[in-house]
């Protein structure tokens, strides 16, 4: 029997979750829209959300999962990588409630997580299988060999793929997160009414810093023969850029499955619920005959139920860490 509270707070939402013998019975998550009108994170502001919210979001998912502070067996956290303000919130809190009721503490990757984040609900997928993970800092291709024993593969050299979607996005005039929003205003466009040139990278890495560039050079041109080209032909940009970030993304996916030969294909992280690249993954699959697993929308960005699944998997093995743990920005796996 295992009852596990599971803190995340590596960015800008702060959640927690409870899982009971590998179910999920309370995933709580408070968003910070705060950063919206910064047209970014804060990492200081972040840190300070965190720490108004941390109590009442762990009360609410207690009451969710309808446990009390004694049945919790193990706390586990999000070590990194993230903001270290961020993760220093939920690390001491985790440390701290772990230390008052004697508890094991469990230290979780969040990359790792989003990964796990499949294991969930069915169906799963069984190993090996290749994940591309897809948030806002970062863009990995990995062989995922068992829970905890993953190797990356490819990964970006330089903007990750959210934030190729942010920054165009703030190019665009939209609010941040901008993600989401070039998603909406895609599905009202034509995705081939303008082209933008696929980086040129070696092997399954990627980069998307000289795609941004092509994009504010292209609106510059246009805007010098029209001034409103952008508010006219929004969801047509839109619809291309999107396109041009799946195609990218699914290249070096197609490319990874080949030289691996492995069939069994995810997506994680935030980007992950984008309508685009569900879909069209979704094609590649009845074209190449790939399994694809595509995670729930609630799990495909930041939340505390993949820190929780993952801490299951560790509890298990007794994967356990002592009160001297801190926080790790720069995680690798
Ligand atoms: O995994 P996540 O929640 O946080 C990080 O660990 O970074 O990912 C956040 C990123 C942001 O860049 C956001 O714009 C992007 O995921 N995102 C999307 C969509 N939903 C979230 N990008 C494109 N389309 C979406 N529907
Ligand atoms: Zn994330």
Redesign the pocket.
Known sequence: MSVILAIES??D?TSVAICNNGKITANVIANQTIHENYGGVIPELASRVHQQNIVPVVQQALIDAKVTKKDINAVAFTRGP?LLGSLLVGVSFAKSFALALDLPLIAVN?MQA?ILAHFIDEPKPSFPFLCLTV????TQIVLVKDYFDMEIVGETLDD?A??A??KTAKILNLPY????L??KHAREGNPLAYKFPEPQIKGLDYSFSGFKTAILYFLRDQEKEDPDFIQKHLNDICASV?HSIVQILLNKLKKAAKQYGIKDIAIA???S???G?RNSLAELAAELGWNVFIPAFEY???NAAMIAIAGYHKYLNKDFVGQDIAPAARMVF
């Open positions: 590596s960015c939402e993230g969040h989003h948030s806002g800092g970062h990750a959210g934030e979607f942010d997160p901008g993600g989401p070039i998603d999107q992280g935030g980007v619920a984008n309508s690249l495909c960005t930041d």
